[in-house]
């Protein structure tokens, strides 16, 4: 520390007095450059809370009329990231693993590609995008995050009419470019849309489809636990 010289050999006091002075001085600039940055922080914060807060626009009225699908109102962003990398979609609270031994058999025109066996997981996300998808969709016009499978417990009437809970698959297009098909029609993004035994689905412009069996179907082999 330097000293000033006036107090070099002088009087003992005046250069206690001196770095005391300092030293209160030094404390009050530290004290104030602490408060700026907590007020700093205080005001991101609170930038963050209300964009949090502010609804999404996109979200529509749940639909209850719709015989088929089902409003998820659970995809996010910038809040889900895997590998670097932002997940446009989040599983919702009713995500279940299934018991029925759901599978999709690939078909590329007259060639029949390996079975996925697709009851191990809650959720299948599709697309180009290798690093985070679980069921990779690699023709060109696939987006990198194109759809998704996901299993839900939903509310199941029974055949004599008395009411339920069941583990059910539903597909999601999430807001792909050129969109995922259903039974040869164009589903609607951020909608669940229910699948049901020896439906075809699609995505994009690729001639690949996807019949979707389980082990109880007729004709299907159980080869797979």
Known sequence: MNTPSKYVGGDRQALESYLIERKRRKEDRDAEKSESAK????????????????????EEKKDVTAPN??????????????????????EPPE????????????FKGDETLPTMYIHRNSGYLIGRERKIVDIPADHPSCSSQHAVIQFRLVDHVRQDGSQTQKVKP??????????????????????????????IVKFGFSTREYVILHERTEGVMETES
Not at 69 to 90: A, F, H, M
Not at 170 to 179: H, I, K, V, W
């Open 39 to 58: 007020e700093e922080n205080r005001r991101k914060e609170r930038k963050e809370k209300d964009r949090k807060m502010k609804p999404d626009k996109s």
């Open 69 to 90: 699908y089902e409003k998820s109102g659970k995809l996010t962003e910038d809040r889900n990231t895997y590998k670097g990398i932002v997940i446009k979609y989040s």
């Open 95 to 106: 995500a279940r693993i299934p018991k029925t031994k759901w599978r999709l058999y690939p």
């Open 170 to 199: 539903y597909l999601m297009d999430l807001e792909s470019t050129n969109g995922s098909f259903l039974n040869n029609v164009k589903i609607e993004p951020r909608r669940y849309y229910e699948l049901k035994e020896k439906d």
